[in-house]
């Protein structure tokens, strides 16, 4: 009886296996023709210049428009990517697509917009990436000051010694290096610093705390040694107006988030360059 519960037990152990892992590959199989078939585009959310209330740049981020699904989020499809190492390739793309519409956009006059591309960690840490990077630029010929790439503390904080090479590596061509979701790793703000990186990025977290007293104070402090450490400073998710003012009070060089605009088609922000108006700046 224990024995032919045992096996019971490991046919359905088995049977799911076999289901999770079918799935995975159906998953991964979509993706790769996603890939194939141009299924994946890049929505733009704005930034805002928090002296002046003009947009400064955009930030790329990636949708898979699925035939029957609709419109994805990356939560539902970046974190297989990462796994299959389909990432690479995606990533690749949204480099590429991200350079080419800027450059339409500096072709147009909006000389002075710079574009943002998140990287992922095994993108970063793959060996090509700064030959990928240096192609994407000269395919598009876009000059590699307009170019932001959005890290993580982890993903440095992962191997620091591989890390700081390719970071100086990235300098040496003349991209811009931003830490994204600043706040939620394990870095110090001070040994941070040691990498070439040019801004942080204030985690949304830590904005949605304001005008907590507490969020307050850290997004204040922050702010100063940022500041004092020669680091430029942009908030992200802020969505109410006293967000803005404190940021503003603080000394906050930049501003992203649902307040001035969610993220959109590359024509509809197109639209936004001319009308934006960020009179509630104050
Ligand atoms: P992230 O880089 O931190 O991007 C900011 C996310 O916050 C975006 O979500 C954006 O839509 C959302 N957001 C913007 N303003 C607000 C706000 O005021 N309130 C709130 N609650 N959220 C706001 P999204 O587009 O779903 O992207 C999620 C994450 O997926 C990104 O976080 C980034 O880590 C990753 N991602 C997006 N595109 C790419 C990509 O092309 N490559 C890689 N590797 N990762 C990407
Ligand atoms: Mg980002
Ligand atoms: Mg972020
Ligand atoms: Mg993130």
Redesign the pocket.
């Given at each position: 009886y224990r024995a032919k519960e045992r096996g019971n037990r490991y046919q359905i152990y088995a049977n799911e296996l076999n289901a999770i892992v079918s799935e995975q590959w159906t998953m991964e199989r979509n993706l790769r023709g996603a890939l194939e078939r141009g299924e994946f585009l890049l929505h733009y959310?704005p930034k805002v210049d928090l002296q002046t209330g003009n947009i400064v740049g955009a930030?790329?981020?990636?949708r898979w428009e699925h035939p029957v699904l609709g419109m994805l989020?990356?939560?539902k499809f970046?974190p297989l990517a990462e796994e299959t190492g389909l990432?690479i390739p995606l990533?690749d793309w949204?480099l590429r697509e991200a350079c080419r519409q800027l450059k339409v956009w500096h072709e147009r006059g909006h000389h002075a917009l710079k574009i943002a591309?998140?990287?992922?960690t095994r993108?970063f840490q793959q060996k090509d990436i700064v030959k990928d990077i240096l192609h994407a630029l000269a395919e598009t010929g876009v000059e590699p000051a307009f170019l932001e790439l959005?890290l993580t503390e982890s993903m440095v904080m992962q191997a620091p010694e591989e890390a700081r090479e390719t970071l100086e590596r990235l300098k040496e061509i003349g991209v811009q290096l931003s830490i994204?979701?600043f706040g939620t790793g394990y870095s110090s703000l001070s040994y941070l610093r040691s990498f070439p990186v040019d801004k942080l990025k204030i985690a949304?977290e830590f904005i949605h705390d304001i005008p907590d007293r507490d969020g307050e104070k850290i997004v204040n402090a922050v702010i100063q040694l940022a500041h004092s450490l020669q680091l430029q400073v942009i908030a992200?998710?802020?969505?109410r107006q006293e967000q803005v003012e404190m940021l503003k009070r603080a000394g906050c060089d930049e501003v992203?988030?649902?307040?001035f605009c969610?993220?959109i088609p590359p024509h509809e922000l197109e639209a936004k360059f001319q009308t934006f108006n960020s009179s509630f700046l104050v």
């Open positions: 959310q930030e790329a981020l990636v989020s990356p939560a970046i990432i990533g949204v591309v998140n990287l992922s993108q959005e994204d979701d949304r992200e998710g802020v969505e992203q988030g649902y307040l969610r993220p």
